[in-house]
């Protein structure tokens, strides 16, 4: 078993920048697909960021390419969402996912039902 910590949430303004992680602990995730998701109340929870276990590739969602930026330190076990040029549409809780079922994958999955462990989330707002 995963346990996924994301912090680095918090009340910004529009424009301000964010830089969010995401703790693995129990298991290692270096050679797993990680990505991050967000939600707001009565919605479906959105893909924003997906990146391979190497790190190698990456992808966004329209909405946030060009300002958000996912990394990773396998040595550190942490996942990183580094968001820039925040717009109050980027409000919601941001939440970490590590997909454990499979292995060394090239590429990274962006929908929800490929991942089977996330974090608790962590709550970003941007206001006007």
């Known amino acids: 078993q995963v346990q996924l910590v994301e912090s680095g949430g918090g009340l910004v303004q529009a424009g301000d920048s964010l830089s969010l992680s995401c703790a693995a602990s129990?298991?290692?995730?270096?050679?797993?697909?990680m990505g991050w998701f967000r939600q707001v109340p009565g919605k479906e929870r959105d893909f924003v960021a997906a990146i391979t276990w190497s790190g190698g590739r990456t992808y966004y969602a329209d909405s946030v390419k060009g300002r958000f930026t996912i990394s990773r330190d396998n040595a550190k076990n942490t996942v990183y969402l580094q968001m820039n040029r925040l717009k109050p549409e980027d409000t919601a809780v941001y939440y970490c996912?590590?997909?454990?079922?499979?292995?060394?994958?090239?590429?990274?999955?962006?929908?929800?039902?490929?991942?089977?462990?996330w974090g608790q989330g962590t709550q970003v707002t941007v206001s006007s």
């Open positions: 996912a590590a997909d454990l079922s499979r292995i060394l994958r090239s590429y990274a999955p962006i929908t929800t039902t490929d991942y089977n462990y």
């Open positions: 129990g298991r290692t995730i270096s050679n797993h697909a």
